[in-house]
């Protein structure tokens, strides 16, 4: 039995089905546990033009389809692999409290969308940094390589690094109510639940200009909640609009319903309510019922989905999505801030795409209102870092408008910057996940 636990996460009943999962992910690599978890759930330029990185280019490249297959049998390095570069940790969380419930973040299943399998393989080479994107394709760098080395020049990555924004800082989440591009009126509460899909529009854009796809800039269409696949009755009360029994809204790239020019959106309806990877039952990113009833407002989207989208997204839909690029560390990490620093250096710095973070918006700079700040569950997406600040800061954008956050230090449009000890804060405070790398 699934049920609503403390702070809107979900809580298993059954510990047998949590040891279940665990069994299947879990691996031993040096001495230290790595696997790929489930937790709980959250609540411009044209695409060819050249990605401007500081005082650096990134060149978009050709489309490319496949994932590279894990690395072919290398000569035995002469030195310790972990010596350069300690792997990452991505480990574990208890899973039971006393009373036999999971304590947040907590582990869930969601039947229509199984959590994807990496190896025990991929982890290790993952865990290392060397799983890479060169040229607009994936690689597995060789065992023993430096991942904080440039893999054009052999240098040490940059000390500060950041991504162009002009494009994904106004990826901005569509309201609860209002109309949509074709002039439909409508009031509708899942659309406030989008942050995971707004995170993950603004991370592939960057796949968009690095590899091709996926079309980030260009999907729209009419989009409707996925309830009747689920196998639920559409929820009463629930969504609706002027047209009586179309639920939908269209969406584009690009739209100015809401007095300036919102990128994405299109996009993002398309993660949250119609993307459907292999060997998922119910399309959509987002989770819309729970023990065969519709939720309403939707549940959000657990951070497993996220990793997900954005492989399933980044790897243009091949046969081996589930290990392209990204798996997930946990709040749990005891070396959270030195890995998080890592692997933000290495996405952000060397492979030029972002880390998507799930965290707690009482820490983030623009959620702050005193003594109201709230916890609630957030996704973000970190594009730069700065190393050689005082404190050694990150920067992030976020798909939560002035219309989601009207608190006084959000605005539309913003990028934001945050002490990288607060942005561990904020992963490991009530309702912060982990992030995705």
């Known amino acids: 039995m699934v049920r609503l636990g403390p702070l809107g996460t979900v809580s298993l009943r059954s510990r ?3 040891v279940v999962v665990a069994a299947a992910l879990v691996v031993v690599v040096a001495g230290g546990t790595l696997t790929a978890v489930a937790v709980g759930p959250v609540g411009a330029a044209a695409s060819g033009s050249p990605l401007v ?3 650096q280019t990134a060149v978009p490249t050709a489309p490319q389809s496949t994932v590279a297959p894990t690395a072919s ?4 390095p002469t030195v310790d692999p972990a010596t350069i ?5 991505l480990n574990v969380p208890p899973r039971d409290d006393p009373a036999g419930d999971l304590v947040p973040p907590v582990f869930w299943i969601d039947p229509h969308r199984p959590i994807p399998d990496q190896s025990a393989d991929w982890l290790s080479i993952k865990a290392a940094g060397r799983v890479a994107l060169v040229d607009g394709q994936f690689k597995v760098l060789p065992s023993g390589t430096d991942p904080m080395l440039s893999i054009q020049s052999g240098k040490a990555l940059p000390a500060k690094f950041l991504m162009e924004t002009a494009w994904t800082r106004w990826v901005i989440e569509v309201v609860g109510s209002g109309r949509d591009e074709k002039g439909t009126g409508y009031s509708n509460n899942n659309y406030w639940k989008f942050c995971g899909e707004g995170a993950m529009t603004s991370a592939l854009w960057y796949w968009q200009q690095r590899v091709g796809h996926p079309d980030v800039t260009g999907t729209a269409g009419y989009f409707v909640e996925p309830y009747t696949a689920e196998g639920v009755n559409w929820p009463s009360p629930g969504p609706r609009n002027n047209k009586g029994v179309q639920h939908g809204t269209y969406w584009s790239g690009s739209d100015t319903v809401n007095g300036f020019t919102a990128h994405g959106r299109g996009f993002e309806f398309y993660l949250a309510m119609a993307a459907q990877p292999t060997g998922w039952t119910a399309p959509g990113f987002a989770v819309f019922s729970l023990d065969r009833k519709a939720l309403y407002p939707s549940l959000g989207t657990p951070i497993t989905n996220i990793m997900a989208g954005l492989n399933w997204e980044a790897s243009g839909h091949a046969d081996n999505w589930n290990e392209a ?4 560390v946990t709040p749990q990490d005891p070396n959270l801030a030195r890995d998080l620093t890592a692997a933000v250096m290495i996405d952000v710095g060397r492979d030029q795409v972002p880390v998507v973070a799930m965290v707690d918006t009482f820490n983030l700079p623009n959620w702050q209102n005193g003594s109201k700040t709230p916890h609630t569950r957030h996704a973000i997406a970190i594009v730069g870092y700065d190393n050689t600040a005082k404190p050694p800061t990150f920067t992030y954008t976020e798909s939560c408008g002035k219309k989601c956050d009207p608190r006084p230090g959000n605005h539309n449009g913003d990028i934001h910057v945050i ?14 996940s982990g992030f995705v790398w």
């Open 73 to 76: 049998p290398t000569a035995v």
């Open 85 to 89: 570069f300690p792997p990452i940790e």
């Open 419 to 432: 002490p990288q000890s607060t942005m561990v804060k904020a992963i490991q405070n009530k309702v912060g």
């Open 16 to 18: 047998r089905m949590a």
């Open 53 to 55: 990185v500081g005082m």
């Open 325 to 328: 690029y990204y798996t997930i």
